[in-house]
């Protein structure tokens, strides 16, 4: 499969992610299962700390009180091709935690074949916190994704 068509199913995949959370925002009513109403809204992922080092992110993540889906690019180092997460179901908040139940985890790496996926029903324990304004989601690895609010 050639890369084009490769970023074509990407994006294929993201746009019916997105498509389908709008879908259930607007049809289906909010259970309250959150009490942070600061993780409501659209953010912009700025970048991706990966073994200590910052790599620029390209992505965007809306967080209602009931889903979260996040589309995510980014390259490391002197990678001709950029890598991509995209992410999305049903979340509630537990002991400091954003934990959600995917209905689709995906990993693009061009540049290692073993780290592509696409997942699903992948519960996922993300600790959070705000800084200076970002909201920081810590991942068990110890990577971080660093985000700013779009307003």
Known sequence: MNILMDRS?????????????LYLVVTQADEGNTSDERLYGTWQTTHYNLDGKDHEMTGLMIITPAYFVG?????????ANPSANANSGPYILKDGKIVVTQWMQLHWRPHDEKEN???QGVVEEIPYRFEDGNLIFFFPSGNRYVSRRLE
């Open 71 to 79: 589309n995510t690019i980014f390259t490391i180092g002197d990678q």
């Open 9 to 21: 199913l990407f994006v294929l995949l993201v746009v019916s992610i997105v498509i389908l959370l």
């Open 117 to 119: 996926f696409l997942t």
